[in-house]
């Protein structure tokens, strides 16, 4: 469903990306790792297509059609969905009326059936269930006020929503205690199915005990320097990045 | 998003801005007495309220025009304005909507403001103003049932001459500020309230200004008068047709709230903004005030879109006692468009509270100002004001600033001031983007969430429209 070939890309001009290649398969679940800088948020944010994160060379292929041709609302509309590392506030816009524009665009765009308010409300009351968000955060402002693990448990009650093709995480393992580590990996878990893609962007192994990956890809210097199963994930824990990069790393 | 993304968003079409044809009588342009006693002969109006207009003309000749806002326009020429148009048709006062010419219905249906009472808004009265006249007050026996008045002044100062006399200009004296006098002197038409002690209004009432003719300035007079322990809420709009020159509008407002009494008092401003390129538009030059005695209330909010320039002031004298004064503001600016709006809370009785929300938005290459004084005398023991005043920018070529007053001379009150300055950023305009919102959606609804304290101090159906308002004037905006 994704098909990424020799993907350059460049953040506000400067290069990042440098002759990737990934394809993902339908009910594949990736990893891609690597050190800090080594370009792992960029290729979220490229896929989802972010204002100044430009594709220069190759190409990212989402179920046929080059992702460089589409504005990031028809990717999304396409069923591309990003959990941001970084979920910014909307002061003033409820989480509610929020999902319900988000919602009757995608749906609409797939030609799924439209949602009346009260299913509407049922489904969100169900996902924040799933995410342990009480659904009093529904009538808040998006994202506003809330903790940082509360945002990132957001991220994912959308996600469950949006029901998307191909999910892209963004380090949404970054800045979770334990338990809210569970439970946004439980919610990760519960879409993983035959139809779906799903891209776990991380540092670190911990979140691949909890959502185990089909594949483990290293990110580095803008190109994936090894792809391996999920053993790979444990063996970087123990050695780092060092011995793939040649560089001194501290993971 | 990119500057020409976000200019492409914020180019959009006014829909207020077509005009009728329709015979009138104008004025040609030029002021003077003769002028005046023309317009007072014109209305049959008896001759004290001459002389009150000839005292005002007087006392405006003598003063300056004011330069202290942050506005900029070439000075304007009083000689090229006409002050008095009437369209024919409404020569014999129209007892019925029949009797109403079917072109100015259509002008109002077209606005989307239908007059005949089975398909207007339940609840809502409404008296339309077009251009110097009124044409026609909706609801007004149902609301004489209640013992209201609710009537064009013109109407009022033929037949209550007595709350007339007592009421007009104590509010807004007849020399307060240059446009006041103006107005004072040539005040055409507008609307009058009076609410009788201990009623309830049944009903939301509402005018609606329209101005039509070219070269005409639109100068009208509102005065509401809330007796003791009574209550009312009122609503006006405004449009005016899409013309290259600019046209003067200079209204006069005066609230009196006796004691314990309500006055809820809102606006939804849409007069024609000018192009692009700053050409055309309503200069906007208003005087809105209102007196709360003890245990009342008054409160203003406002939704300011249109005018080339806008310069308006809603402010609140809390005479009485524990009188609470609010006062609620969104203005969106775009394009050339200026506005210097805010409040003056004037606390003068003891344990008195104002509260002041202003968010000001600006898009295009315009300029948005708050202007905002709190004033606690002496003798105001225990007074509280709260004052928040937030900004968002659309883009960096626009402008936004604050010029917040306080002055205490009691050292038992209390006085909270924030002010914010955002822009809409790239992050929340690609959240949105990424759950599949496009950007003109996105848009309006990151505003509206700015808006948001506003908007719920509006009455339900005006909110919808305002917020329905902001959309179509940010129509086409940011990536």
Same mark, same amino acid.
């Given at each position: ?251 | ?88 048709s409404l020569?014999d006062a129209p007892k019925s909507l029949d009797e109403v010419d079917p072109e100015l219905l259509a ?8 007059l005949h009472e089975q398909e ?15 044409v026609f007050?909706t ?13 064009? +002044? #013109? ?8 709350? %007339?006399?007592?009421?007009?200009? /104590? &509010?807004?004296?007849? *020399? @307060? ?120 209330? +008054? #409160? ?8 080339? %320039?806008?310069?308006?002031?809603? /402010? &609140?004298?809390?005479? *009485? @006692? ?121 848009? #309006? ?35």
């Amino acid at each position: 469903m994704l098909e990424i070939r020799d993907l350059h890309a460049t953040v506000a001009d400067k290069p990042i990306l440098k002759g990737l290649n990934l394809t993902i398969k339908p009910g594949e679940v990736h990893a891609i790792m690597g050190p800090n800088g080594s370009g792992k948020s960029t290729l979220a944010n490229v896929l989802a297509g972010r204002d100044n994160y430009a594709i220069t060379g190759g190409e990212a292929l989402f179920e046929g059609k080059s992702l460089a041709e589409l504005e990031p609302e028809e990717r999304a509309q396409a069923g591309l969905f990003l959990a941001f590392q970084y979920p910014v506030e909307i002061p003033g816009v409820s989480n509610m009326e929020f999902l319900k524009a988000a919602l009757e665009s995608v749906r609409t765009a797939q030609g799924k059936e439209e949602w009346d308010s009260v299913t509407l409300l049922r489904q969100a009351r169900a996902a924040c269930k799933q995410v342990n968000l009480d659904a009093s955060f529904l009538k808040r402002g998006v994202n506003e006020g809330f903790s940082g693990g509360e945002k990132k448990r957001n991220e994912i009650m959308q996600m469950l929503l949006m029901e998307p093709k191909l999910a892209l995480l963004d380090e949404t393992d970054s800045g979770l205690d334990i338990d809210a580590l569970q439970t946004v990996a439980k919610g990760v878990n519960s879409l993983r199915s035959p139809e779906r893609g799903i891209v776990l962007v991380t540092h670190y192994q911990r979140l691949l005990d909890y959502i185990v990956p089909d594949f483990v890809h290293v990110l580095s210097n803008g190109q994936i320097i090894k792809s391996g199963g999920k053993e790979l994930a444990l063996e970087l824990e123990k050695k780092g990045y060092g011995w793939l990069t040649g560089e001194e790393e501290s993971a | 998003m990119s500057q020409a993304e976000l200019d492409k968003l914020i180019r959009s079409n006014y829909e207020a801005g077509f005009s009728t044809t329709v015979d009138t009588e104008t004025l040609p342009p030029g002021l003077s007495e003769e002028v005046i006693r023309f317009l007072s002969a014109k209305k049959e109006e008896p001759e004290w309220m001459l002389e009150w207009r000839l005292d005002s003309y007087r006392k405006w000749q003598e003063m300056p025009s004011p330069g202290w806002a942050h506005l900029h326009h070439d000075p304007i020429d009083f000689n090229k304005v006409s002050y008095y148009s009437k369209p024919k048709s409404l020569d014999d006062a129209p007892k019925s909507l029949d009797e109403v010419d079917p072109e100015l219905l259509a002008t109002y249906e077209k606005l989307g403001i239908p007059l005949h009472e089975q398909e207007m808004l339940a609840g809502v009265a409404v008296d339309v103003v077009f251009d110097s006249s009124s044409v026609f007050t909706t609801f007004k026996e149902k609301l004489w049932e209640a013992g209201v008045i609710f009537c064009s +002044i #013109s109407e009022a100062i033929q037949n209550h001459p007595e709350l %007339i006399k007592k009421y007009l200009g /104590s &509010v807004v004296p007849k *020399g @307060d500020n240059f446009y006041a006098a103006l107005n004072s002197a040539v005040f055409s038409d507008g609307s009058f309230v009076y609410i009788p002690k201990g009623v309830r209004c049944p009903m939301e009432l509402s005018t609606y200004f329209r101005i039509n003719e070219a070269n005409t300035g639109q100068f009208e007079r509102t005065l509401i008068i809330a007796d003791e322990g009574s209550h009312v809420s009122y609503l006006e709009g405004c449009t005016a047709p899409q013309r290259d020159e600019n046209q003067l509008h200079a209204a006069v407002v005066e609230l009196v709230a006796l004691p314990g009494a309500e006055i809820k008092y809102s606006t939804v401003q849409n007069w024609y903004p000018g192009d692009e390129n700053g050409k055309g538009g309503i200069y906007n030059f208003v005087t809105k005030r209102g007196v709360a005695h003890d245990n009342s209330k +008054i #409160s203003w909010t406002q939704v300011e879109t249109g005018s080339a %320039i806008t310069w308006k002031y809603p /402010s &609140v004298i809390l005479r *009485g @006692d524990n009188s609470i004064g609010e006062f609620y503001s969104v203005a969106l600016t775009r394009h050339m468009q200026q506005a210097d709006t805010g409040t003056k809370m004037i606390h003068l009785g003891k344990n008195t509270k104002s509260t002041i929300i202003s968010k000001g938005i600006s898009a295009g290459r315009s300029s948005n100002s708050y202007r905002g004084l709190v004033r606690i005398s002496p003798r105001a023991e225990n007074a509280r004001n709260f004052t928040q005043c937030d900004s968002l920018l659309l883009g960096d070529t626009c402008g936004a600033h604050t010029f917040p007053y306080i002055e205490s001379k009691n050292p038992s009150a209390t006085i909270e001031h924030e002010a914010t300055t955002s822009k809409v950023s790239d992050d929340q305009m690609f959240l949105c983007r990424q759950r599949g919102i496009d950007p003109e959606k996105a848009v #309006s609804m990151i505003v509206n969430g700015f808006c948001k304290e506003v908007f719920k101090e509006l009455p339900m159906e005006f909110a919808v429209e305002a917020g329905k308002l902001l959309e179509v004037s940010l129509e086409g905006a940011v990536g």
